[in-house]
């Protein structure tokens, strides 16, 4: 499947904006928006189709997601009751790379869907390594038996302790088994999209 395989970090130079897309380390000094200098020039007026189009691409980036399976997950949230942008918030936030960063299990959503690929993770006990995957309330989540003996799954296990977990998850921290104890909010996501603007530029 097709990919961005470009610097995470012009992503959120395009944005202006920390999307958070390397973890730990934007809120680092490294950070490359923190780094940039500010240029003191005149610039064209963005359009009221260009902001709307920022803001949809800061939500793309922020998730990991092309445009294509983007487009189909607005369509689900068209069909659904409700506000139309928070059903898309809550619809992405389910998506199982997006719980396993969450949980704590990968310090990005590019790692949890490394993780999600490569067999590491189970649903209610069964192999899903298909990262889009809608997560549903009572799901649990844990990990393969052989994968917590690797370095990596030692390294988290000894620094999950020091990190958050999203409200509507719970995790044992002993067993390393997360659970869907509710499904996300939109105020859940930990960065303040204007999803009003999304649903514009799609009805345009």
């Known amino acids: ?67 294509k399976p983007f487009r189909r997950f607005f369509s689900i949230a068209e069909r659904q009751p409700g506000v139309t942008g928070d059903n898309l918030l809550v619809i992405l936030e389910r998506r199982l790379d997006n719980v396993v960063y969450r949980l704590g299990f990968a310090d990005s959503r590019a790692q949890a869907r490394q993780l999600v690929r490569h067999g590491h993770i189970l649903v209610n006990g069964r192999k899903t390594d298909i990262p889009s995957y809608l997560v549903k309330e009572s799901d649990s989540i844990s990990w393969k038996e052989s994968s917590t003996k690797n370095e990596y799954y030692k390294q988290m296990a000894a620094s999950i302790e020091s990190k958050s977990i999203a409200n509507w998850l719970s995790l044992d921290k002993k067993t390393m088994v997360g659970q869907a104890i509710s499904l996300p909010t939109p105020d859940e996501t930990g960065i303040k999209f204007n999803v009003q603007a999304i649903v514009e530029y799609y009805s345009r």
């Open 1 to 67: 499947m097709a990919r961005y395989t470009g610097s995470v970090c012009k992503l959120c130079l395009r944005c202006n904006e920390k999307l958070f897309l390397k973890g730990s380390r934007c809120l680092t000094p490294k950070c490359a928006v923190d780094r940039r200098r500010i240029v003191r020039r005149r610039r064209r007026r963005i359009s009221d189709h260009g902001l709307q189009l920022i803001e949809k691409q800061k939500v793309r980036y922020t998730y990991g997601i092309l445009e």
